[in-house]
């Protein structure tokens, strides 16, 4: 019975990422310009670099590789922030490129969270942090 069910979890995961996946390919970017962009709209266009890894997954060096073809295409800019931490910030081209290009998916999930009762959506939050809590417990046992 848990093969059945962790399957139909890969499964469903998978297609949740190939649905994101299909949405960068249709705004022309790549999944890690979508996860930055995705963040730095999130948060009014300004957040940490470590805060974007942290929220993204995504690996620093790759996250400092699209950070560093953003700035270059103008999208962003960067500021010293406290230590060696560096602060990403739209632009005002950037501004309307994320609103272009970001806004849609952010307006999409908003729609379906406002679908779910509150209930729904903190039962979602709890059980999505009970299965990353015992996955990382048990990698950590065992890899």
Request: hydrophobic share 40%; with cysteine; net charge neutral.
């Given at each position: ?50 805060a ?11 996250i ?20 060696r ?59």
């Amino acid at each position: 019975m848990h093969f059945l069910i962790a399957a139909e979890y890969t499964a469903l995961a998978g297609e949740i990422n190939a649905l994101y996946h299909e949405a960068a390919v249709k705004a022309g970017i790549s999944d890690s310009v979508q996860n930055i962009l995705y963040v730095l709209y999130e948060e009014n266009g300004r957040a940490p670099q470590s805060a974007i890894a942290h929220r993204t997954g995504i690996s620093r060096q790759t996250i400092n590789s699209a950070i560093r073809k953003l700035e270059r295409d103008g999208i962003v800019a960067l500021e010293p922030g406290k230590g060696r931490n560096t602060i990403v910030c739209l632009t005002e081209a950037g501004q309307c490129f994320a609103k272009e290009k970001i806004a849609p998916l952010f307006s999409i999930e908003n729609q379906i969270w406002s679908e779910w009762t509150e209930d729904e959506q903190r039962e979602y939050l709890r059980l999505t942090k009970k299965y990353r809590d015992a996955l990382r417990r048990h990698m950590k046992e065992t890899l």
